[in-house]
């Protein structure tokens, strides 16, 4: 990788916050990123502990775990470290690095979120068949494909990027080395850039959207052909905490890339992208454990004997 341009740094504007909010907003965003690593890694144990919880929903979900860690680790350390300093500098190999690692993992987190819309649908919709169809072996090509996918995307984003120029101003109005504010502050033609995002993104997340979409549909004809009250509750109780966790991470990606009519970064994309690099991580322990009886139950006999 050749810098070819005579920027050895780029300065984050950061979030819209007044001067005086700072130290307020630090321990506010301190606050959500230690509740992140410590609530996700508590899932990834729970799951590691508890054999009954060895089955492909929570198999998928100890990986969504790891990659909502990570997902969060590539942005927040280094935002809290620019609003404690009061520096706003990222180096250039930095930010590149910044943009690789949050491609592969929000790629990853779409991947891994269509294979828990595929075990839900085959739960519901295949029950007699389920511990046949999602065996082992398919879970593990799942995750394996997901990764592979994720890593090829993001190196194709990144070698792409690093071979563009920027010259004059290298202002950042994000608080992270965005792809799409990067390309915006090059001097070089992008659109083979623009070609690639359009692609891959509809590769990596138009198509596990949709595929969401058609299991749930499925999903949801299932259930009005034979329409109960104990067969809706118990599938609102399976599908509840996914689609609620789906709903908070395409919610804002869909505001942000793809209903928003501005070709410049604005304070509220800045605020959306708030909400899906550090909320949902956040979230996602809480919906899966308050919404979930086998996580509850596994959660109170890890602290009743004293495991923990």
């Known amino acids: 990788m050749t810098n070819q341009n005579n920027v050895s740094e780029f300065i984050l504007l950061g979030l819209p916050i007044e001067p005086e909010e700072q130290g307020l907003f ?47 680790s590539v942005i927040a ?21 910044q943009v690789y690692f949050f491609i592969f993992f929000a790629d990853l987190d779409s991947f891994l979120l269509t294979s828990m819309a595929y075990d839900r649908y085959v739960a519901i919709c295949h029950p007699l068949h389920y ?19 994720s890593c090829i995307n993001a190196l194709v984003h990144t070698l792409l990027l690093a071979h563009l120029s920027f ?24 659109t083979v850039n623009e070609l690639f995002i359009l692609i891959l993104g509809t590769v990596v997340i138009t198509v596990p959207f949709l595929c969401i979409l058609v299991s749930y549909g ?11 009250l104990k067969g809706i509750c ?45 909320l949902t991580p956040m979230l996602n322990p809480f919906i899966y454990s308050l919404r979930n009886r086998d996580m509850k139950r596994a959660l109170k006999k890890l602290f009743s004997r004293g495991n923990f």
Do not use: E
């Open 167 to 190: 010259y004059g101003d290298k202002t950042l109005p994000h608080f992270f080395c965005d792809l799409s504010a990067l390309l915006k502050l090059s001097s070089s033609d992008t």
């Open 218 to 228: 499925r999903i949801g004809a299932t259930i009005l052909r034979a329409p109960s």
């Open 234 to 278: 118990k599938a609102l109780s399976t599908c509840g905490s996914h689609l609620t966790v789906v709903s908070l991470y395409y919610g804002p990606i869909i505001g942000i890339y793809f209903v928003s009519s501005s070709n410049d970064t604005n304070d509220k994309d800045v605020i959306m992208a708030v909400l899906y690099t550090l």
């Open 77 to 97: 350390p280094k935002m809290l470290m620019n609003m404690l300093t009061q520096s706003r500098s990222i180096p250039y190999a930095g930010c590149i690095s």
């Open 26 to 72: 630090y321990a506010l965003f301190l606050a959500m990123y230690l509740t992140t690593v410590l609530g996700n890694l508590l899932i990834i144990l729970l799951i590691r502990l508890d054999s009954r919880l060895h089955t492909p929903m929570y198999f998928f979900l100890s990986h969504l775990a790891f990659t909502d860690v990570s997902f969060s």
């Open 131 to 149: 511990t046949t169809i999602m065996s082992q072996k398919l879970c593990f090509l799942l995750v394996i494909v997901s990764w592979v996918l």
